[in-house]
């Protein structure tokens, strides 16, 4: 059974629940925001699922709720803002809205992060660039680690995931992808909807399949197109931990089983004016043209062809005019949360049963 809630109740009650945990008040309104943003765009793996995992883990300290968010080693196209163990979602907001700014004036900008969090849908933050009319590559290296390099057996690389985002004069381009062919937030929601996992996901050490989401944790991921998915992710990883300073390979901590030790995740956003090279208005146009092309060549069942960005936002539309889609276990979960923390739950005791 699934309940739909409006946005703007579940913002409320993810900023109030991260309010009652003595987070202040601006970052938990940033981070709640963002939270329901990937829950409204079906991102649900980085939604409010996350929630109750964010906050025992500030009641363990493994989160500064009071961090001093500083920028460091600025030029004018590039900075690297220390994130003093903050909540990711702050962090990344300000390095995002911080290359945007340096980019609307120098052209591009690239900035990274240092002692952040996880910060949730990277899709998020490349598509807030597009939304300034800017191009927007973002990455990062996730919080756990899952996979051993290619040809290797020690699981030292994570999801580490890529979202690219291109303005158009309709809906952008939204690439949002992690490098492994599954992420941990995906598993996640498999497992607590009681669904199988497909098989190419999540392999034992034998390398046989495992399709139990619940035994995810007992084997290794996959990465995307093999030798080539494992490259990427290492690279990732060097762009957006290694270049900033942050955590990368065996330094990484798995922040599901360690919720104290600060996690000093790394994450890179590249954000460019279209107008480099040619005029803006042609840009646009162009970009609109040519991906219309692809959607118009149409699928095996006479539909226009899906490109990245635009599920998310049919979805978006959907979830902004007819609520969000909550589980019946994660309402329960959220409806339980608040009621430990003395907050308000919008959620009946149908919806949570």
Do not use: C
């Not at 629940?17 to 829950?39: G, Q």
């Amino acid at each position: 059974m699934t309940t739909r809630q409006a946005p703007a109740a579940l913002i409320e009650l993810a900023s109030a629940i991260l309010r009652a945990s003595e987070v202040l008040p601006k970052h938990a309104d940033i981070t709640a925001s963002r939270l329901v943003d990937a829950d409204v765009r079906g991102r649900s793996g980085h939604g409010l699922i996350r929630l109750r995992p964010y906050v025992d883990r500030i009641r363990s300290g493994g989160i500064n709720i009071r961090p001093d968010i500083a920028v460091l080693h600025e030029t004018s196209v590039s900075a690297q803002v220390d994130g003093d163990n903050g909540l990711g979602q702050v962090v990344m907001t300000k390095a995002t809205e911080l290359a945007i700014a340096k980019a609307s004036t120098s052209g591009l900008a690239w900035v990274g992060t240092v002692h952040s969090n996880h910060a949730g849908a990277a899709g998020l933050y490349a598509e807030q660039a597009a939304d300034a009319g800017l191009v927007g590559l973002y990455f990062a290296v996730a919080n756990a680690n899952g996979m051993p390099p290619w040809g290797g057996t020690e699981p030292l690389l994570g999801t580490n995931p890529i979202a690219i985002a291109m303005p158009t004069n309709r809906t952008p381009f939204v690439l949002d992808i992690a490098t492994t062919a599954t992420s941990h937030g995906t598993i996640k929601v498999h497992a607590r909807d009681g669904r199988p996992l497909p098989e190419g996901w999540v392999v034992d050490r034998e390398g046989r399949p495992i399709t139990d989401a619940a035994r995810a944790g007992e084997g290794f991921l996959l990465p995307m197109g093999g030798y080539k998915g494992s490259g990427l992710t290492i690279a990732i990883g060097l762009l957006a931990g290694v270049l900033n300073g942050a955590a990368f390979g065996a330094d990484v901590v798995d922040h599901r089983r360690d919720q104290v030790t600060p996690t000093n995740t790394g994450q890179s956003i590249l954000v460019l004016r279209p107008d480099l090279f040619r005029p803006n208005a042609e840009v646009l146009a162009d970009l609109t043209r040519q991906l219309d092309a692809l959607r118009d060549t149409g699928g095996s069942d006479g539909r226009r062809v899906r490109l990245p960005g635009d599920e998310a936002a049919r979805v978006r539309a959907q979830n902004q005019s007819g609520g969000v889609p909550l589980s019946e276990s994660l309402a329960t979960e959220l409806h339980e949360l608040a009621g430990e923390l003395g907050v308000e739950s919008p959620f009946t005791k149908a919806e949570t049963r």
